[in-house]
């Protein structure tokens, strides 16, 4: 089997991965009270330079660097968790240039840490770093020097990476943030579209995946999905929140609130309140059409409500929701039918207070009234920040083509396959855990099943037509499910109970499913087709990095540092067992025929870098 090779200490802490080129490899580590960019030689692991990025981040769920370096043109750009960008001759390590982007943009850092890996566009650093005006911004990369800003867009930073598309031959940068989903011109930063419906407040983490003209988001929380078509023209259509000057007519029953945006009028007290909210009630309202068709076909109209306080809502005069229970946000708290007599064409106004009893310095709000068979909502609103504001749920050049609660993916991401997207659904809400496969460009579920009833963090596999996924928890009681579409409906092929892994993504080869339980020490091949167990063995290790194959060989590092190397056939055969001599969480990296390793041990905050693989070079 495959030998250690070399390994190098000093690495530091992190879950940075590795950028590999012209025979060396950089990464970023934490060693002490700094955060590091290190290169080393990848035929010896000889460490060749370090240089300092910034300050060692510490978090509950482990400290040190997140995102991965970037190399162009003798170049490494690095994005360090507490905020500092640079640029170094990737040589020597000599500083290009080095900022926090957090000082520059006056933004703060976020719960867990930037994560984003710098996107290069042309002469262009594109990131995110979440300030005033400065939700996105480009960087001359040479130099360092701010190109634009996206004016405009305040949002806070997220967890994704942005990601380029060329849409109708014009270049946009989109970009998932804490609060949105934007898409930026690349050419000067300007504003083409903004969209807050997938938004979950707490951690937008899943990229983009854009497919010709179109981009899907997903995020959980009860947050769902969307696809919307970035070639769309807007019109306007008047439909903004009225201001305070607006004059109401007479409502036919109970009292108009009245309100606007950041600023809002207490109803007691009569007083701007604005930021200085606290156990006062705050209170909205806009004015909305409605298509004649829709309401001549009595169309089911349905009003989704999100809000972290109790609130009630009118639609012209009517009281249609009201709920007096603060809780977290959740998308969506509730649904209710709103009767299409109460509806006209023209002029509808819906009213809505919020009673902020909890006396919060910021509050929470987010509605969609929804018709059936309409291809977008009749209307629809988000807060946005710790502000109370409210905006249309997409501005700009996008048009929603749909939005829907059936996939809601927070941990695995999505897979995109002819016309299709697969993904696990209520990882991180209260809402039903599922396995969903949705028609991308329509938004139909063509089958989904109920069968996962805890969390799922690995990414969904496919063989030929059997569709596999994995849920369960950190106490156990993990399971397989295999599932098939037939004739529209979806038919449980087998599920899998013995020695399933939470955390780690089983492993396709051939017809062969190979899985290594993050609870117990036990590995397991199966027949993918069929769920005939193979083989089934102890190996006196446990995993939490998911297998990789290579030349009909897996790979996969246990959590205390062992790499077991599997021939990847119909029985069980071990070809090496290397001991990396300290724990890991990572999943190996293969280039130029070997593979390279992190480790990381949480108590001392430290890890180290191997080798394994052929010859010496």
Same mark, same amino acid.
């Given at each position: 089997?495959?030998?250690?090779?070399?390994?190098?200490?000093?690495?530091?802490?992190?879950?940075?991965?590795?950028?590999?080129?012209?025979?060396?490899?950089y990464?970023?580590?934490?060693?002490?009270?700094?955060?590091?960019?290190?290169?080393?030689?990848?035929?010896?692991?000889?460490?060749?330079?370090?240089?300092?990025?910034?300050?060692?981040?510490?978090?509950?769920?482990?400290?040190?660097?997140?995102?991965?370096?970037?190399?162009?043109?003798?170049?490494?750009?690095?994005?360090?968790?507490?905020?500092?960008?640079?640029?170094?001759?990737?040589?020597?390590?000599?500083?290009?240039?080095?900022?926090?982007?957090?000082?520059?943009?006056? *933004?703060?850092n976020?719960?867990? &840490?930037?994560? /984003? +890996?710098?996107?290069? %566009?042309?002469n262009?650093? $594109?990131? !995110?770093? #979440?300030?005033?005006?400065?939700?996105?911004?480009?960087?001359?990369?040479?130099?360092?020097?701010?190109?634009?800003?996206?004016?405009?867009?305040?949002?806070?930073?997220?967890?994704?990476?942005?990601?380029?598309?060329?849409?109708?031959?014009?270049?946009?940068?989109?970009?998932?943030?804490?609060?949105?989903?934007?898409g930026?011109?690349?050419?000067?930063?300007?504003?083409?579209?903004?969209?807050?419906?997938v938004?979950?407040?707490?951690a937008?983490?899943?990229?983009?995946?854009?497919?010709?003209?179109?981009?899907?988001?997903?995020?959980?929380?009860?947050?769902?999905?969307?696809?919307?078509?970035?070639?769309?023209?807007?019109?306007?259509?008047?439909?903004?929140?009225?201001?305070?000057?607006?004059?109401?007519?007479?409502?036919? *029953?109970?009292?108009a609130p009245? &309100?606007?945006? /950041? +600023?809002?009028?207490? %109803?007691k007290?009569?007083? $701007?309140? !604005?930021? #200085?909210?606290?156990?006062?009630?705050?209170?909205?309202?806009?004015?909305?059409?409605?298509?004649q068709?829709?309401?001549?076909?009595?169309?089911?109209?349905?009003?989704?409500?999100?809000?972290?306080?109790?609130?009630?809502?009118?639609?012209?005069?009517?009281?249609?929701?009201?709920?007096?229970?603060?809780?977290?946000?959740?998308?969506?708290?509730?649904?209710?039918?709103?009767?299409?007599?109460?509806?006209?064409?023209?002029?509808?106004?819906?009213?809505?207070?919020?009673?902020?009893?909890?006396?919060?310095?910021?509050?929470?709000?987010?509605?969609?009234?929804?018709?059936?068979?309409?291809?977008?909502?009749?209307?629809?609103?988000?807060?946005?920040?710790?502000?109370?504001?409210?905006g249309?749920?997409?501005?700009?050049?996008?048009?929603?083509?749909?939005?829907?609660?059936?996939?809601?993916?927070?941990h695995?991401?999505?897979?995109?396959?002819?016309?299709?997207?697969y993904?696990?659904?209520?990882?991180?809400?209260?809402?039903?855990?599922?396995?969903?496969?949705?028609?991308?460009?329509?938004?139909?579920?063509?089958?989904?099943?109920?069968?996962?009833?805890?969390?799922?963090?690995?990414?969904?596999?496919?063989?030929?037509?059997?569709?596999?996924?994995?849920?369960?928890?950190?106490?156990?009681?993990?399971?397989?499910?295999?599932?098939?579409?037939?004739?529209?409906?979806?038919?449980?092929?087998?599920r899998?109970?013995?020695?399933?892994?939470?955390?780690?993504?089983?492993?396709?080869?051939?017809?062969?499913?190979?899985?290594?339980?993050?609870?117990?020490?036990?590995?397991?091949?199966?027949?993918?087709?069929?769920?005939?167990?193979?083989?089934?063995?102890?190996?006196?290790?446990?995993?939490?990095?998911?297998?990789?194959?290579?030349?009909?060989?897996?790979?996969?590092?246990?959590?205390?540092?062992?790499?077991?190397?599997?021939?990847?056939?119909?029985?069980?055969?071990?070809?090496?067992?290397?001991?990396?001599?300290?724990?890991?969480?990572?999943?190996?990296?293969?280039?130029?025929?070997?593979?390279?390793?992190?480790?990381?041990?949480s108590?001392?905050?430290?890890?180290?870098?191997?080798?394994?693989?052929?010859?010496?070079?």
């Amino acid at each position: 089997g495959p030998k250690l090779l070399w390994k190098a200490e000093g690495v530091g802490a992190g879950y940075s991965s590795f950028s590999i080129l012209s025979g060396r490899l950089y990464t970023m580590g934490s060693v002490g009270a700094d955060e590091k960019l290190h290169a080393f030689e990848l035929a010896t692991g000889k460490l060749l330079w370090s240089v300092k990025l910034g300050d060692h981040f510490k978090s509950g769920r482990g400290g040190g660097p997140r995102g991965t370096p970037t190399l162009v043109d003798g170049l490494v750009y690095t994005l360090g968790t507490s905020g500092w960008l640079g640029c170094y001759k990737a040589a020597d390590g000599a500083e290009v240039w080095k900022f926090s982007i957090l000082e520059r943009f006056g *933004s703060k850092n976020i719960n867990w &840490g930037l994560a /984003e +890996s710098v996107l290069i %566009e042309g002469n262009l650093l $594109i990131c !995110g770093p #979440g300030g005033e005006d400065s939700t996105v911004v480009a960087l001359d990369r040479k130099t360092g020097e701010t190109v634009w800003k996206s004016e405009g867009l305040s949002d806070r930073a997220g967890y994704a990476s942005a990601v380029a598309a060329t849409i109708e031959g014009k270049r946009q940068i989109i970009h998932f943030n804490h609060r949105s989903a934007v898409g930026v011109s690349a050419a000067d930063g300007g504003t083409l579209w903004r969209y807050t419906r997938v938004n979950n407040g707490i951690a937008n983490c899943a990229t983009p995946v854009v497919v010709g003209e179109h981009v899907f988001l997903t995020s959980d929380y009860g947050a769902g999905c969307a696809l919307l078509n970035l070639n769309y023209i807007p019109k306007k259509d008047g439909n903004e929140w009225l201001k305070l000057d607006f004059v109401d007519a007479k409502w036919a *029953s109970g009292k108009a609130p009245v &309100g606007y945006g /950041e +600023s809002a009028i207490g %109803e007691k007290e009569g007083t $701007i309140v !604005g930021e #200085g909210l606290m156990g006062k009630p705050l209170l909205f309202r806009r004015t909305f059409a409605v298509a004649q068709e829709l309401i001549d076909s009595k169309a089911a109209f349905k009003l989704s409500v999100a809000s972290d306080n109790s609130a009630t809502v009118w639609i012209n005069g009517q009281e249609v929701d009201k709920e007096d229970v603060d809780h977290e946000p959740l998308y969506w708290n509730r649904t209710v039918e709103v009767a299409a007599e109460i509806l006209k064409k023209e002029g509808n106004l819906i009213a809505v207070r919020v009673n902020n009893n909890s006396g919060s310095s910021d509050a929470f709000l987010d509605l969609q009234l929804d018709a059936e068979g309409a291809p977008a909502p009749v209307i629809a609103a988000s807060s946005d920040g710790w502000k109370y504001t409210v905006g249309a749920v997409t501005s700009g050049a996008a048009k929603q083509v749909y939005s829907n609660k059936d996939l809601q993916n927070h941990h695995g991401g999505v897979i995109y396959l002819d016309g299709k997207i697969y993904g696990h659904s209520g990882g991180n809400s209260t809402l039903r855990h599922k396995f969903v496969c949705m028609d991308f460009k329509t938004g139909k579920v063509l089958w989904e099943n109920d069968c996962f009833t805890m969390r799922s963090c690995s990414s969904p596999v496919i063989a030929g037509d059997v569709i596999m996924g994995t849920c369960g928890s950190g106490g156990g009681g993990n399971y397989l499910v295999a599932v098939t579409p037939a004739k529209g409906k979806v038919k449980e092929v087998y599920r899998l109970k013995k020695a399933i892994a939470y955390v780690p993504t089983p492993l396709i080869r051939n017809d062969l499913m190979f899985i290594f339980s993050d609870k117990i020490d036990v590995a397991s091949c199966y027949q993918a087709s069929t769920g005939k167990m193979m083989w089934q063995k102890r190996v006196d290790a446990v995993f939490w990095g998911s297998p990789i194959c290579v030349e009909d060989r897996i790979y996969i590092v246990s959590r205390d540092g062992t790499v077991l190397v599997l021939a990847a056939i119909d029985e069980y055969k071990e070809l090496a067992r290397i001991d990396l001599g300290a724990p890991s969480r990572s999943t190996p990296c293969i280039s130029g025929g070997r593979m390279y390793i992190r480790t990381y041990d949480s108590a001392k905050e430290s890890g180290r870098l191997l080798s394994i693989g052929g010859k010496k070079r």
